[in-house]
Every structure is written in structure tokens, then in C-alpha cells.
């Protein structure tokens, strides 16, 4: 499968970029746009360099933020570390000093650690913002080991390491699962860098409340057909090549099937517009897709662990998930603050299925405990937009500036 899909790859990105060029030299001639159907190829030389995937992370393009008092502010973006499976990458606005640290853990989905742009340039307003930037898996040697869902926590427990004592932790859908893990494991071990408080955004903690569509899609086949259709081998011309992968390709795909005529539509519209002149929104429609088209492959074993154990059969919930061959406890969180946060319409995780995080932390007391379901906003409402920066984003920052 995935061979395929890489020999019509090569055979087309000569063809998109030739027309991504063709288009950047249009675009230094701005008396074209007035030729008869200058605009109009230029609007169709943009869809032809559209149609197609990238495999690598965007840049974050998070250098300044805007004031209240309309001035602006610099950002400094910084990796931080360096690992095999992921890069620590600090965004900090400069000259503040002793602001919060948060650890951002993004999802591992099939989108770059970019999909949280939004939600950085919100938090980065009052906050020292550590962000989990994962690598693509098809780039890194099979030498470099496996890496499943205990490697993934590995990361986590890591990153707060690199970040010491006194640091905040944040997931954000998938990951709220091995947030919460690590989270256990640090507090049963006296870890000293342990995190002052735990927030979960819309995440599968129990995605046996209110399942969802995505829910019941994983219970209708067994593991082994996940592996079996879904997933494949990197070809040879990677470094990652031989890997089992679950290709960004194939996730892109089935989310594309699931809203094609939008998609179609979204196309439409951006030529549409491109022709009436209306550069600003069709600007925004371009770089949409420009962000949702770049993809990543994920680790098979990760993948399909992930499936099984938080989908299939529940174990974080069921007090039955381990970690190196060691039982998961929530109930040994006794000190940290607790926030879990949901989306009315979220059609991904449904209502309650982040809040059973509650529930399970049974060990804290309820004056560390908190919840937010945030009206009017599906999934990724939770973390960016407008109601993510204006009503939930000061929630979370009260809380964090409380424990701090």
C-alpha cells in the first residue's frame, strides 16, 4: 500500500511543484492578475500545487503576540532537547522572566505538533510554553528501537524532567491518556518533578460514556484487522524504511471520505474567491490546507496499542493499563490539581469521557478537582479558536496561576 502510494508521489510532486513555482513567479508580476484570465490560472495553479501531501512540520510561525495595549511582543522560539522520537521546542516571550511552565504534550494523530499552533499563541500570553514536537516516524532508522505506548509516556515523563520541579502538564485529546499515566507513575514514585497540576482537554480517558462515531468505528473490527488493512511498511528510499507505520496518508484519507463534499466545496470556493479578488479569504482557506495536507506516519505499535487498549478494551478505566509490565494507578495522585475540560458538540470524544479522569484520581480531594464543559464548541473548539481564547483559556489560565 504504501509503495503505491509513494510511486504516484514521486511521479506528481514535480508535476505541483512546477506549478508552485509557475504560480510564486505570477505573483511577482501583479499586472497579470488584470490579462484576460491571468486569475484564472493563477487560481488554478494553486489548485494543482494543493493536490498533494508533505511530510514535513510546517513552521509554527508563532513570532509575536499582540498586547492589550496593541502593542506587540516578540516570541522566542527554542528547542530545548533533542530526542529520538521527539524535539522539546519552548516558545517564550521575551524579557519575561518567572512566568508558569507548561508542558504542552500534542497528539501523535497523523498531523505535526503545529496543529496546536493556536492553542500555543493563547497560552504563551502568560505562560512559559513547553511543546511536545513529534517526528515523523518514517525518518528515524528502525536501529533507533520501537516505539509503542510505553515510549510514548517515556517521552512525557522526560520532557517534565527537562522541565523540573514546579511545571504544569497539559494534554490535549489522544494523549490525555498517557498524560494521566504519567502522572500516576510520578506520584506513586515520589517523582520530584512532578507537575503542580494536570490538565485534560477533550480526551478518550473512557470512551465507553457517550461513544462516538470514531468510538464505535474501533469496535467494530478486531486488532488484527487494524493491522492488517491499515497499516504498512515505509519504502526503502526512508531512513525509517521498513517500519510497520499507520500512514498519515491513509488517516488523511478516511477524514477526508468522512466530509468529502465539504472538502470539495472548501476547493471550490478558494478558486472562486481567488477569481473575485478576495485574497483574505481565500488566503485562510490556503493555509488550512496547507497545515491539514502536511501528515506524519505513526509508530504501528503505537497505533495499534493505542486502539486495543484505550478503544477495544478500556484498561486505563478498567484500572487494568500497564506500563512496563507495571499497573497503572491514578489513585496515587494525591497532590497535583486536577482539570478536565469538554466540548458540548465534541463528535470526537463525547461529553463525560474526560471528565471520568475525575473518577478515577479518587484519591484526591475535591477542592484539587475541576471541570469545564465548554458550550457551543466541538473537538478542536476545546483547544483553538475564539471560545478556546476567550472562555476557556482563562479557566485554565486561574487555575495554573493558583497552584503556581
Given at each position: 500500500?504504501?509503495?503505491?502510494?509513494?510511486?504516484?508521489?514521486?511521479?506528481?510532486?514535480?508535476?505541483?511543484?512546477?506549478?508552485?513555482?509557475?504560480q510564486?513567479?505570477?505573483?511577482?508580476?501583479?499586472?497579470?492578475?488584470?490579462?484576460p484570465?491571468?486569475?484564472?490560472?493563477?487560481?488554478?495553479?494553486?489548485?494543482?500545487?494543493?493536490?498533494?501531501?508533505?511530510?514535513?512540520?510546517?513552521?509554527?510561525?508563532?513570532?509575536?503576540?499582540?498586547?492589550?495595549?496593541?502593542?506587540?511582543?516578540?516570541?522566542?522560539?527554542?528547542?530545548?532537547?533533542?530526542?529520538?522520537?521527539?524535539?522539546?521546542?519552548?516558545?517564550?516571550?521575551?524579557?519575561?522572566?518567572?512566568?508558569?511552565?507548561?508542558?504542552?504534550?500534542?497528539?501523535?494523530?497523523?498531523?505535526?505538533?503545529?496543529?496546536?499552533?493556536?492553542?500555543?499563541?493563547?497560552?504563551?500570553?502568560?505562560?512559559?510554553?513547553?511543546?511536545?514536537?513529534?517526528?515523523?516516524?518514517?525518518?528515524?532508522?528502525?536501529?533507533?528501537?520501537?516505539?509503542?505506548?510505553?515510549?510514548?509516556?517515556?517521552e512525557i515523563?522526560?520532557?517534565?524532567?527537562?522541565?523540573?520541579?514546579?511545571?504544569?502538564?497539559?494534554?490535549?485529546?489522544?494523549?490525555?491518556?498517557?498524560?494521566?499515566a504519567?502522572?500516576?507513575?510520578?506520584?506513586?514514585?515520589?517523582?520530584?518533578?512532578?507537575?503542580?497540576?494536570?490538565?485534560?482537554?477533550?480526551?478518550?480517558?473512557?470512551?465507553?460514556?457517550?461513544?462516538?462515531?470514531?468510538?464505535?468505528?474501533?469496535?467494530?473490527?478486531?486488532?488484527?484487522?487494524?493491522?492488517?488493512?491499515?497499516?504498512?511498511?515505509?519504502?526503502?528510499?526512508?531512513?525509517?524504511?521498513?517500519?510497520?507505520?499507520?500512514?498519515?496518508?491513509?488517516?488523511?484519507?478516511?477524514?477526508?471520505?468522512?466530509?468529502?463534499?465539504?472538502?470539495q466545496?472548501?476547493?471550490?470556493?478558494?478558486?472562486?474567491?481567488?477569481?473575485?479578488?478576495?485574497?483574505?479569504?481565500?488566503?485562510?482557506?490556503?493555509?488550512?490546507?496547507?497545515?491539514?495536507?502536511?501528515?506524519?506516519?505513526?509508530?504501528?505499535?503505537?497505533?495499534?496499542?493505542?486502539?486495543?487498549?484505550?478503544?477495544?478494551?478500556?484498561?486505563?478505566?478498567?484500572?487494568?493499563?500497564?506500563?512496563?509490565?507495571?499497573?497503572?494507578?491514578?489513585?496515587?495522585?494525591?497532590?497535583?490539581?486536577?482539570?478536565?475540560?469538554?466540548?458540548?458538540?465534541d463528535?470526537?470524544?463525547?461529553?463525560?469521557?474526560?471528565?471520568?479522569?475525575q473518577?478515577?484520581?479518587?484519591?484526591?480531594?475535591?477542592?484539587?478537582?475541576?471541570?469545564?464543559?465548554?458550550?457551543?464548541?466541538?473537538?478542536?473548539?476545546?483547544?483553538?479558536?475564539?471560545?478556546?481564547?476567550?472562555?476557556?483559556?482563562?479557566?485554565?489560565?486561574?487555575?495554573?496561576?493558583?497552584?503556581?
Open positions: 500500500m504504501y509503495q503505491h502510494y509513494q510511486a504516484i508521489a514521486n511521479a506528481s510532486d514535480p508535476v505541483r511543484k512546477l506549478a508552485e513555482t509557475s510564486s513567479m505570477i505573483s511577482y508580476w501583479p499586472a497579470a492578475k488584470n490579462l484570465y491571468g486569475r484564472w490560472v493563477e487560481a488554478y495553479l494553486e489548485q494543482v500545487s494543493l493536490m498533494g501531501l508533505t511530510h514535513q512540520r510546517p513552521p509554527f510561525l508563532i513570532d509575536a503576540i499582540e498586547n492589550a495595549d496593541g502593542s506587540r511582543t516578540h516570541i522566542e522560539e527554542t528547542t530545548m532537547s533533542r530526542r529520538v522520537f521527539c524535539d522539546l521546542v519552548r516558545f517564550k516571550k521575551k524579557g519575561a522572566e518567572d512566568l508558569p511552565r507548561i508542558l504542552l504534550v500534542a497528539p501523535m494523530s497523523g498531523h505535526f505538533a503545529t496543529l496546536l499552533r493556536g492553542t500555543v499563541q493563547t497560552l504563551v500570553q502568560d505562560h512559559d510554553v513547553y511543546l511536545t514536537d513529534w517526528l515523523n516516524i518514517r525518518d528515524i532508522p528502525m536501529s533507533a528501537g520501537k516505539f509503542d505506548l510505553d515510549a510514548y509516556i517515556d515523563i522526560e520532557s517534565l524532567h527537562v522541565l523540573g520541579p514546579g511545571a504544569h502538564l497539559m494534554g490535549v485529546c489522544q494523549p490525555t491518556v498517557a498524560c494521566l504519567a502522572a500516576s507513575l510520578m506520584s506513586e514514585d515520589n517523582d520530584p518533578c512532578l507537575p503542580l497540576s494536570l490538565t485534560l482537554m477533550a480526551g478518550p480517558i473512557d470512551t465507553r460514556i457517550n461513544p462516538t462515531q470514531v468510538n464505535e468505528l474501533a469496535m467494530t473490527k478486531p486488532i488484527e484487522w487494524f493491522e492488517k488493512n491499515l497499516c504498512s511498511h515505509v519504502p526503502l528510499q526512508f531512513s525509517g524504511a521498513g517500519r510497520k507505520v499507520y500512514p498519515g496518508f491513509v488517516q488523511l484519507s478516511a477524514f477526508m471520505n468522512m466530509n468529502l463534499e465539504r472538502h466545496k472548501s476547493f471550490k470556493d478558494l478558486f472562486d474567491l481567488r477569481l473575485s479578488g478576495e485574497e483574505e479569504k481565500a488566503n485562510a482557506i490556503r493555509d488550512f490546507y496547507q497545515e491539514y495536507f502536511a501528515i506524519m506516519d505513526l509508530s504501528a505499535p503505537f497505533y495499534l496499542e493505542t486502539v486495543e487498549k484505550v478503544f477495544q478494551k478500556h484498561l486505563l478505566p478498567k484500572g487494568e493499563l500497564t506500563y512496563k509490565d507495571r499497573l497503572v494507578n491514578p489513585a496515587a495522585i494525591r497532590k497535583i490539581f486536577l482539570m478536565t475540560v469538554e466540548g458540548e458538540r463528535d470526537i470524544c463525547g461529553i463525560g469521557q474526560t471528565l471520568a479522569a473518577d478515577l484520581c479518587n484519591k484526591l480531594p475535591a477542592y484539587k478537582k475541576t471541570h469545564h464543559l465548554q458550550a457551543g464548541v466541538g473537538h478542536y473548539g476545546v483547544f483553538s479558536g475564539r471560545r478556546w481564547a476567550s472562555q476557556i483559556y482563562p479557566v485554565v489560565r486561574n487555575l495554573i496561576q493558583s497552584v503556581t
